[in-house]
């Protein structure tokens, strides 16, 4: 579940239907595919592979299937993995920014889907560059506050990198350059803290703050995106405050 802001996490505990955790997986998996193709199958060599199966293991992904699709990606089984990665832009209620990152064998399927999905639930498509200044590629480790303070984590991971610290409700979430995510993952482990996801993803400068109608048609929105099997990621600037879950959750 990318798009990180508070709604996003607290959505992401509740999503733990058996249909939700396959296409979780299958999502990994083609991550690792074309992690291994991209750069091979050592992961000490291949940064960006060792991020996927880190995420994978994270998510309790079986260490077959990661084996597997180690080989697979990387052709050691015989089999060819072609998949593109594509970067669609669009707009949700209230103007809120979103950034639909596919992974696909079929470019004009998730063409299709994705505008069917957007244009469906009350969204409209961009134009490229329409929305991608508004974010930036970062690091993100999110994980839950478990009693700590936002200076005991500062203290934590300050020299390993970090840029920011930010206080998502019941959890924290680390920003740092994606470069230095592996000494973030190192400098919390060292200190004995555990983190729930990990990440190269993209950071918006600034969020848009969504009333209660909004938020409930944004929230359609982005579950037609995350269902279609061509959507990896989606990254967005919309803010759902915690007094706006509660209302919606009422109804």
């Not at 069917?116 to 993100?140: C, E, H, Q, W």
Request: aromatic share 6%; charged share 30%.
């Amino acid at each position: 579940m990318s798009g990180h802001s508070k709604w996003a996490t607290t959505k992401h505990k509740k999503a733990i239907l058996d249909s939700r955790r396959a296409k979780s997986f299958a999502k990994l998996i083609k991550t690792i595919e074309v992690a291994a193709r991209g750069g091979g199958a050592d992961l000490q060599g291949n940064p960006a592979l060792e991020l996927a199966v880190t995420k994978a293991k994270k998510t309790s992904v079986p260490a077959d299937n990661i084996e597997r699709a180690i080989k697979r990606g990387a052709g050691l089984l015989g089999e060819a993995v072609e998949y593109q990665t594509i970067m669609y832009e669009g707009y949700g209620p209230q103007g809120t920014a979103i950034l639909i990152e596919c992974l696909t064998d079929n470019k004009n399927r998730a063409a299709s889907e994705v505008r069917l999905a957007v244009g469906r639930n009350g969204g409209n498509m961009g134009d490229p560059g329409s929305v991608a200044y508004m974010f930036t590629r970062k690091g993100i480790v999110g994980l839950p506050k478990n009693g700590l303070t936002e200076d005991d984590l500062l203290m934590a991971v300050l020299e390993a990198g970090a840029e920011e610290v930010k206080d998502e409700g019941e959890n924290f979430e680390i920003v740092c350059d994606t470069a230095d995510l592996p000494a973030i993952r190192a400098a919390l482990a060292e200190a004995g803290i555990e983190y729930e996801t990990d990440e190269a993803g993209f950071v918006p400068s600034m969020r848009v703050e969504l009333d209660v109608e909004h938020a409930g048609k944004f929230m359609k929105l982005y579950d037609a995106l995350e269902d279609l099997d061509d959507v990896q990621n989606i990254y967005t600037n919309a803010d759902i405050s915690a007094e706006v879950l509660a209302a919606l959750e009422e109804d």
